[in-house]
């Protein structure tokens, strides 16, 4: 018996073959969830802002009061503001006590947020408005 001839797969076909059948994330994937993960920050600001405290007590415990926690691209843009000069990734995990993978996601959401700006190679800074 001889082989069908035909068209051979082309690469693109191979990659989103294997994109589906291993479930590797894409590009797509990863806007989606930060953007589910700001929605959520949303929220919880909101909820922390507005005051709202938990009414359900359990065992007759008095509840703890809640300390109010600045989210976590507040802290790094007051550590990044803080400095006169540029400063780096690990230069922030001294001030903040952040580990790499949250900082670099924070720096990443503030840089599209243009609250900082990348001033050179693994240096950042703050967006300063400049008004003519």
């Known amino acids: 018996m001889t ?3 035909g068209k051979s797969p082309s690469f693109d076909a191979m990659i989103k073959f294997f994109i589906k059948r291993y479930d590797i994330p894409t590009r797509k ?3 989606q969830l930060m953007i589910r ?3 959520i920050e949303k929220l919880i600001r909101e909820d922390a802002l507005s005051g709202r405290k938990n009414q359900r007590v359990t ?3 008095p509840q703890e009061s ?3 926690i ?3 691209f507040q802290v790094v843009y007051d550590a990044i503001n803080q400095s006169d000069k540029p400063v780096t990734v690990n230069e922030i995990m ?8 949250k900082i670099r996601n924070v720096l990443y959401r503030l840089g599209k947020m243009d609250k900082i700006i990348r001033a050179g190679r693994g240096l950042y800074a703050i967006q300063r408005n400049t008004t003519k």
């Open 37 to 39: 993960i700001d929605q």
């Open 3 to 5: 082989r069908k001839k």
């Open 66 to 68: 809640k300390v109010n």
């Open 94 to 101: 001294n001030l903040t006590g952040y580990g790499e993978k």
């Open 59 to 61: 065992n007759n415990e």
């Open 29 to 31: 994937d990863f806007d």
């Open 70 to 72: 600045p989210a976590a």
